[in-house]
């Protein structure tokens, strides 16, 4: 049985949380909290929030065993991107590219 959490629309781009998302993909969500816990990169938080909300939807249900639950599945796709513009000489203006992500964790009982 799969248990999941999802969170729409984060304001940071999709490449910085995957490289977070690569480090726990497939571990067990005890080292993947660990992981997430003490990594430097300031979205790690992030991504901390999301495994442990699938974590609280998995123990809702009866009969399953925190403790043997693994990340099965995380992903980041991209989301909705916010186009501003800033001036540049002689009244030209370039674009900036806000990017924003969709990051979905689901979770599994090991058998």
Known sequence: MEFSSRQRN??????KLR????LVRGKDVQVAIDQMQ???KSKSNLVLKMIR???????????VNVDKLFVKKILVDKGP????FMPRARGGASTILKRT???TVILDERQ
């Open 53 to 63: 909300s699938a974590v609280n939807n998995a123990s809702q249900n009866r009969g």
């Open 81 to 84: 991107t916010m186009k501003r």
């Open 19 to 22: 490289l977070l998302i690569d």
């Open 10 to 15: 984060i304001r940071v781009t999709p490449r």
């Open 101 to 103: 992500s969709h990051l």
């Open 38 to 40: 003490f990594n430097a």
